[in-house]
């Protein structure tokens, strides 16, 4: 059996579809369907039920899935030791995040890791809503919820604070009942992907006038007028904008590192994660350390 074939099936399996597996196996997908059955020929199986709705795993896919995961993990680690422990890290890692994290605190991370280990390939890929590391979407996801079933690692990275703000030459809060009016800017209700990211109740907001089920959208919006809940780390990229009523609402909500349980066994996997942690703890208090000493440079809490 080639392992290049079991490759493609666990691609397939991953991904539901010929098409869908291709990109990520850098094949067309033509070529998958050939590899697919070459491998069912091969066996005297058939791997996958074709329909309209994709490939679904048959009863021998399924039990054959686990060994094609074993038979992968043990390809990357011998790939690994082939490398050397030791020295720079290199080869390629993918981190899926909430956009939040992904625009904000990631790509300066990413930049510093990959600065001392040039053979590093990072993949930063940001999705509204939760990445699926079991379809090996990624090699790592950041979370606003701690996963509670799989074969995963978690380890809380950092808390971070949010709190309201507009722009800075906007009338003056100082109160709630200023806010009256004022158009609220948040997530689109029925696209909130985490109960983490419902901040309007907490906050005491309304439902929002202006909507977006992205971050940078929101802080774009913001830009532009209106009033909504910020992380404090992404108010530096927004240097027009201030927080509000600091002390009526502060929001605290934090980020979980999540990756394979497999991936326990990988020296490299290790240290990227430490890394990625480190990274992001030491990125996420600069910023809010930014955001505390422009408006402590201000004399006050920015009121409007």
């Not at 539901?16 to 597996?21: D, K, M």
């Not at 689109?188 to 929002?208: C, N, S, T």
């Not at 774009?220 to 007028?225: E, H």
Request: with cysteine.
């Amino acid at each position: 059996m080639d392992w290049d074939d079991l490759r493609v099936f666990l691609g397939v399996a991953r991904t539901g579809g010929l098409s869908a597996a291709a990109p990520g196996l850098r094949m067309d997908p033509a070529t998958v369907g050939r590899r697919v059955a070459r491998l069912e020929q091969a066996l005297g199986l058939a791997l996958f039920l074709k329909g309209p709705g994709g490939y679904a795993l048959t009863e021998a896919g399924a039990r054959l899935l686990p060994h094609a995961e074993a038979a992968e993990e043990a390809a990357r680690l011998a790939a690994e030791a082939g490398r050397g422990g030791a020295g720079g890290l290199s080869g390629q890692v993918r981190i899926g995040a909430p956009d939040g994290c992904a625009n904000f605190l990631l790509p300066q991370v990413a930049a510093r890791l990959r600065a001392v280990n040039p053979g590093l390939e990072i993949q930063i890929l940001a999705l509204p809503r939760m990445v699926s590391l079991s379809r090996r979407e990624a090699d790592f996801a950041v979370t606003l919820t701690p996963p509670d079933g799989g074969r995963l690692v978690v380890r809380k990275v950092s808390e971070y604070r949010l709190h309201l703000a507009q722009r800075r030459d906007a009338p003056p809060v100082r109160t709630p009942e200023d806010l009256r009016g004022r158009p609220v800017v948040g997530y689109i209700p029925d696209m909130i992907f985490d109960r983490a990211l419902d901040y309007g109740p907490e906050a005491g907001l309304p439902p929002p006038a202006l909507a977006s089920n992205a971050v940078a959208v929101q802080l774009m919006l913001l830009r532009q007028g209106g009033v909504g809940v910020v992380h404090d780390f992404a108010l530096p990229f927004a240097p027009e904008l201030g927080r509000i009523l600091t002390d009526r609402v502060s929001l605290r909500r934090a980020y979980f590192l999540v990756r394979h349980d497999a991936d326990r066994r990988s020296e490299r996997m290790n240290r990227i994660a430490a890394a990625l942690t480190e990274g992001l703890r030491a990125e996420i208090a600069r910023l809010e350390a930014e955001v505390a000493l422009t408006e402590a440079s201000r004399g006050r809490d920015v009121e409007g």
